[in-house]
């Protein structure tokens, strides 16, 4: 490996890594070189230091975003990447190659609701088909876009590592093995890539917006300095290894202290006890309708059992309706797909809602909790059954620890109020700006430890999950001003493709500059406050915990 120093004014030192060994050296500009085209952010000017008068950070925060999804599921189910090698015509290519086999049904039923769907797969540099808010499989967040967003004010991300064993071995083409923790390694090293990459776009180590952090002082720094803050999360249905089988766990204490250990070598800050399926620490709140059909089948797969439906106790639920609609095509033809995988076990079909999964926190969970805090890792309480987050909660409630996230509104309501009271840091689901708005309202009026408060959204894009529909036409106008006054927006573009937030909705990471453009417009200066105080409230509550 070589080291390369110095500038083309004055010349460069290049050194071998492997003997220490360095020469000077000079370059002359060839011509004739291939154009490489790139996409444009449409953000002019340059972010100020991300700090206010009395030394905190001003900024927002997105707690909930899979920026490295194009390696899950086997790593030939997501179309595009937010960067390679060669630039964007490689990134964000025609997903026509990501669409066969068993790859092919599962993303037409996800992005259309159907098995088969006639669209146009080209990407670079037409896009006309995606990327759209309801496209789920299909990259949104490239380089460019996180980039347009961070100008906008964006100072902390939570890149949540994401895959699932069981929905991966329903590929039929995958490059990647489907064991969970084997993908967070990959995907770990692959946003540190990342890094380097838009490092080398501004000239060279350290130089770029996208910085990975590890701790709280690492990314305050960041953020005070005017980049984007970079946390590790990861969002498993087998954390740490630990799935369960017939009601077994797979795994025990000891693999639960030394996988702890290796996330920390890995960097990852905050994690989920459970997602998606039941594994050896908890349940799962449900999915809903067709989508839960798929899900269940999941479940099976992994843990031996469907999910285990009861009504609930309470007013907070786990699924408001029936995992899926009785009969039709869809129907059975999902059954069809997952049959293969279940033996021919029989797809529960329940009764109508709410439905509440009995499963609740195990010994091993409990376990899990304790070393979490002991450890210091924030625990995700999203994606937990009702019956999993009371028990939780109450341990967290117990030993006073406010690293406690609710970071994509996958969780109820009082749940939602336990983490605030705990001094623990709420952030819903981004989706349309007037929902977020309710959302923030309704946080407000919750109970919290101290006067601060400062709120956030969780994007999950590129996650499987629907981002926000268009407003409508005339909601923003362009040109618009960022939050500091120092950078103008015009659209974002694609190739040939020019968004516009009024009528494409969500459709790029990039468009939460434009979001956010509308949160301002709809909820005026309040909000606005809160929502770049979100930063720091969030980085006082890592704080807290060490």
């Known amino acids: 490996m070589w080291k390369v120093d110095g500038s083309g004014a004055s010349g460069f030192t290049i050194t071998n890594a492997a003997t220490g060994k360095s020469t000077s050296a000079t370059f002359t500009p060839e011509t004739g070189c291939a154009d490489f085209p790139e996409a444009q952010s449409g953000a002019t000017g340059t972010p100020g230091p991300g700090v206010a008068a009395d030394g905190s950070i001003q900024g927002t925060i997105d707690a909930h975003a899979h920026i490295t999804a194009y390696e899950f ?75 347009r967003s961070w100008k906008a004010g964006l100072r902390v991300m939570t890149v949540d590592l994401v895959d699932n064993e069981s929905l991966c071995t329903m590929m039929t083409d995958r490059r990647n093995p489907c064991d969970d923790m084997t993908s967070v390694r990959i995907q770990a ?27 709280p002082d690492q990314a305050r720094r960041i953020a005070a300095s005017g980049k984007l803050a970079v946390v590790l999360g990861m969002e498993l249905s087998n954390p740490l290894g630990c799935g369960v089988l017939l009601g077994q766990p797979e795994c025990t204490r000891a693999d639960v202290d030394r996988r702890l250990i290796e996330l920390r070598e890995i960097g990852v800050s905050s994690f989920f006890p459970v ?65 293969p995988f279940i033996g021919g076990a029989p797809l529960p079909l329940y009764p109508a809602g709410p439905h509440c999964n009995a499963r609740g926190l195990t010994d091993l969970g409990e376990y899990l909790i304790n070393r979490m805090i002991d450890h210091g890792f924030l625990i995700e309480v999203d994606h937990l059954s009702e019956a999993t987050a009371d028990e939780v909660m109450a341990i967290i409630e117990k030993r006073g620890y406010s690293g406690v996230i609710s970071s994509h509104g996958w969780d109820s309501e009082k749940t939602t109020a336990r983490v605030y009271a705990a001094g623990g840091f709420a952030t819903p689901y981004a989706s349309e700006p ?28 590129n996650g499987i999950a629907g981002q ?30 020019t968004f516009d937030f009024n ?6 990471y990039g468009a939460y500059a434009d979001w956010l453009e509308a949160v301002r417009v709809l909820g005026g200066p309040d909000v606005m406050a809160d929502v770049f105080r979100g930063a720091e409230i969030y980085l006082r509550m890592w704080e807290g915990v060490r």
């Open 468 to 497: 926000g529909a268009a407003p409508g036409a005339g909601t923003i106008q362009y040109p618009f001003t960022s939050h500091d006054g120092r950078v103008t927006f015009d659209q974002e573009r694609w190739g040939e493709r």
């Open 275 to 339: 997602h998606k399926f039941d594994n050896a620490f908890g349940g799962t709140k449900m999915d809903s309708n067709l989508t839960g059909l798929l899900v269940n089948a999941g479940n099976f797969m992994q843990t031996g059992t469907f999910w285990n439906v009861q009504p609930c106790p309470g007013a907070d639920h786990d699924s408001t309706q029936p995992s899926v609609p009785a009969g039709g095509d869809v129907n059975q033809f999902l059954a069809h797909l997952t049959g």
């Open 73 to 147: 599921m086997g790593g030939n189910f997501h179309c595009g990447r937010p960067w390679h090698p060669y630039g964007v015509e490689y990134a964000l290519p025609d997903c026509a190659q990501y669409r066969t086999g068993t790859n092919g049904v599962i993303a037409n039923f996800l992005d259309h609701g159907e098995p088969a769907h006639n669209s146009d797969t080209g990407g670079w540099p037409t896009f006309r088909d995606w990327p759209k808010p309801s496209v789920l499989t299909t990259e949104g967040a490239y380089w460019t876009s996180i980039e």
């Open 189 to 215: 090293a692959g946003l540190h890539a990342l890094q380097d990459y838009i490092d080398a776009q501004a000239g060279g180590p350290g130089q770029g917006f996208f910085r990975i952090a590890t701790d």
């Open 434 to 461: 007037a929902t977020f708005l309710r959302s923030w309202r309704e946080a407000r009026a919750m109970s919290r430890p101290s006067g601060d408060f400062g709120f956030g959204f969780g994007s999950d894009m």
């Open 503 to 508: 009528t494409d909705g969500t459709a790029t």
